[in-house]
């Protein structure tokens, strides 16, 4: 577990990928072992192997698969540190490595496409959050409606999402992680192929660049806090994965 370079990088939390089902070659055993039914006795596949969930959908013409999974995770064991290079290669090895004991195979990684993608920036608070949160509530976003949970804000519709919350609450309460530091999380989250596209350039996994996505991370985050005169922050980039 690396809870390091919380501050040093824009992050990557969750990713889903669509893969079309005839770009999955599937083991006969393996697969079968994984199978279920649903209520209406329609079977379905799902697996989970270190913190990859697969899901094969089967609704009418739809036929696909569905890999989810959290970038920050599959690094670093928990969803805290912002080392999670976003660099395809690298992906591409780790997931094929658990989908192969999964009993799955992806044919054409260049078909491949983001669904979903989180960006995260941690932000050191000098005090604690409750008496930051405030200041959240000034925040906006175009098309977006806010909402309040508890002590987390979100800007939302149904293709984006900027989301702030209280990170060091959530790894108490989720992970029993206790952390030193007050951390505000700012996250935001393409919740659909098309807006990665629209936003990105591209859904294609292949093609999606790390520059691209921090150019559009921080041109969002500026339109949120537009309002502020005195909201500072570090700026993170991604980092790159050791060559």
């Known amino acids: ?28 055993f393996l697969c079968a072992l994984r199978i279920r039914h649903s209520k209406n006795k329609v079977p379905y596949y799902i697996a989970r192997a270190k913190g990859v969930t697969v ?12 890999i989810n999974f959290s970038l920050s995770k599959l690094y670093n064991g928990v969803n805290y540190s912002s080392y999670s290079p976003f660099d395809y290669s690298e992906i591409k090895n780790r ?8 009993g799955l195979s992806i044919k054409d990684w260049n078909k491949v496409k983001v669904s979903r993608l989180d960006v995260f920036l941690n932000i050191e608070l000098e005090k604690d959050y409750e008496t930051c949160f405030p200041i959240l509530n000034t925040s906006t976003l175009p ?3 806010p909402r309040l949970h508890g ?22 309460v989720r992970n029993k992680l ?26 294609l996994l292949k093609d999606i660049k790390p520059d691209r996505v921090e150019k559009d991370f921080y041109k969002k985050l500026e339109k949120a806090f537009a309002s502020l005169k005195d909201f500072e922050h570090q700026t993170g980039s991604f980092c790159s994965y050791p060559t």
């Open 1 to 28: 577990m690396n809870l390091s370079n919380a501050f040093d990088y824009l992050g990557i939390d969750t990713i889903h990928l669509y893969i079309e089902l005839e770009n999955v070659k599937e083991d006969e």
């Open 55 to 66: 899901v094969k959908v089967l609704k009418g013409d739809f036929r696909y698969y569905k």
């Open 95 to 102: 997931l094929t490595l658990i989908l192969f004991g999964l």
């Open 143 to 145: 098309r977006t409606k």
């Open 151 to 172: 002590n987390s804000r979100y800007l939302e519709n149904k293709s984006v999402t900027l989301f702030a919350y209280d990170k060091k609450k959530q790894l108490s």
């Open 178 to 203: 206790e952390i030193q530091e007050d951390v505000l999380r700012l996250e935001l989250r393409y919740l659909k192929g098309r807006k990665v596209k629209e936003s990105l350039g591209s859904n």
